[in-house]
């Protein structure tokens, strides 16, 4: 059987993930950059086929890509974020219509669900590769739609991929309140090995507490502090410097490692390295080498002046 294949595209400010399966389907959550994500996917599975495609909030900077996949690449199913209570852009619809002219089965999580991307049934679990996926559940959204505090990234859907002993969590533009709802279902009492960071860095999607009960050994910050988001903010910054400090722990952030490769055997061990190249490079043809440290201090320093 072969390994797990995980990719952290660095796309600037933006996300895009890809799983290869050790049975070799494959799982994208979030896209920007068409071309990027076009000529990775072309590289990690030639045939284009996706064997499912999760989008987990209406942003650009995370669907941004979806469309040239709906056009050129074979989708399974398609899994979205709930819009009933934010409807997005009129590119996020046309991406909704799109998937439902070609008669890709759908689906609006609110709520926990697992997919077993390579076949498995519960309790059969603990051998196979499974997805776990955590949507805002409808009070939520009503509550913060009342307070008039919903916005985007509220929606968020959260991801733990889980490969025996590995796991790693995907946590989107995840909020304080999406990880109330994560809490609720008893998913932050489990640690994980990796950890792509919320919201880029933003000092309301990265808090210390889930860092502390998640325990990752890696944390991956998909941004690019040189744009106007100015991404990973000061809270974030000082997070990670201190988090990273520790000899056990990693943080890397993308428009300084590239994209990044993380390559998991059937035991569960795991290997990174990282491309280096820019936001707007092809990843085909490039040869991956070690991960380079992040200068988590020149960039609270940038943020405190």
């Given at each position: 059987?072969?390994a797990?294949?995980?990719y952290?595209?660095?796309?600037g400010?933006?996300?895009?993930a890809?799983?290869?399966?050790?049975?070799?389907?494959v799982?994208?959550?979030?896209?920007?950059r068409?071309?990027?994500?076009?000529?990775?996917l072309?590289?990690?599975?030639?045939d284009?086929?996706i064997?499912h495609?999760?989008v987990?909030h209406p942003?650009s900077?995370?669907y941004g890509?979806v469309s040239?996949?709906?056009?050129?690449c074979?989708?399974?199913?398609v899994t979205?974020a709930?819009?009933?209570f934010y409807?997005?852009?009129?590119a996020?619809?046309?991406?909704?219509n799109?998937?439902?002219?070609d008669?890709?089965p759908?689906h609006?999580?609110s709520?926990?669900?697992?997919?077993?991307?390579d076949?498995g049934?519960?309790?059969?679990?603990?051998?196979?590769l499974y997805l776990?996926?955590?949507?805002?559940?409808?009070y939520t959204?009503e509550?913060?739609q009342?307070c008039?505090l919903?916005?985007?990234?509220?929606?968020s859907v959260l991801?733990?991929?889980?490969?025996?002993?590995f796991?790693?969590?995907?946590?989107?533009?995840a909020?304080?309140e999406?990880?109330?709802?994560?809490d609720?279902?008893?998913?932050?009492?489990?640690s994980?090995d990796?950890?792509?960071?919320?919201h880029?860095g933003?000092?309301r999607?990265t808090?210390?507490e889930r860092?502390?009960?998640?325990?990752?050994?890696?944390?991956i910050?998909?941004?690019d502090p040189a744009t106007t988001?100015e991404?990973?903010?000061l809270?974030?910054?000082?997070?990670?410097?201190?988090?990273?400090?520790?000899d056990?722990h990693?943080?890397?952030?993308?428009?300084?490692?590239?994209?990044i490769k993380?390559?998991?055997?059937?035991?569960?061990f795991?290997d990174?390295v990282s491309?280096?190249e820019?936001p707007d490079?092809?990843?085909?043809?490039?040869?991956p080498?070690?991960?380079?440290q992040?200068?988590w201090?020149?960039?609270l320093?940038l943020?405190?002046?």
């Amino acid at each position: 059987m072969c390994a797990l294949e995980i990719y952290v595209l660095n796309v600037g400010q933006g996300d895009t993930a890809i799983i290869k399966t050790p049975q070799g389907n494959v799982v994208v959550i979030d896209a920007y950059r068409p071309a990027k994500v076009k000529d990775a996917l072309d590289t990690i599975r030639p045939d284009g086929a996706i064997s499912h495609l999760v989008v987990t909030h209406p942003h650009s900077d995370h669907y941004g890509a979806v469309s040239r996949l709906l056009a050129d690449c074979t989708v399974g199913k398609v899994t979205l974020a709930p819009f009933w209570f934010y409807a997005g852009t009129p590119a996020y619809h046309q991406i909704i219509n799109r998937v439902q002219s070609d008669h890709i089965p759908l689906h609006f999580i609110s709520g926990y669900e697992r997919d077993y991307t390579d076949g498995g049934t519960f309790p059969q679990y603990a051998e196979q590769l499974y997805l776990e996926l955590v949507g805002p559940p409808n009070y939520t959204l009503e509550d913060l739609q009342e307070c008039n505090l919903l916005n985007p990234n509220h929606l968020s859907v959260l991801a733990r991929l889980n490969y025996g002993r590995f796991s790693m969590v995907f946590a989107a533009d995840a909020q304080m309140e999406n990880w109330a709802h994560y809490d609720r279902e008893g998913l932050l009492e489990q640690s994980c090995d990796v950890l792509k960071a919320a919201h880029h860095g933003s000092k309301r999607g990265t808090q210390w507490e889930r860092l502390e009960r998640l325990a990752p050994k890696l944390v991956i910050v998909s941004s690019d502090p040189a744009t106007t988001h100015e991404l990973p903010d000061l809270v974030g910054s000082a997070i990670f410097l201190e988090y990273d400090e520790d000899d056990d722990h990693t943080v890397a952030l993308t428009s300084g490692t590239g994209t990044i490769k993380i390559t998991v055997d059937a035991a569960g061990f795991y290997d990174v390295v990282s491309f280096g190249e820019g936001p707007d490079d092809l990843l085909s043809g490039l040869a991956p080498g070690p991960m380079p440290q992040t200068d988590w201090a020149s960039i609270l320093q940038l943020r405190m002046a």
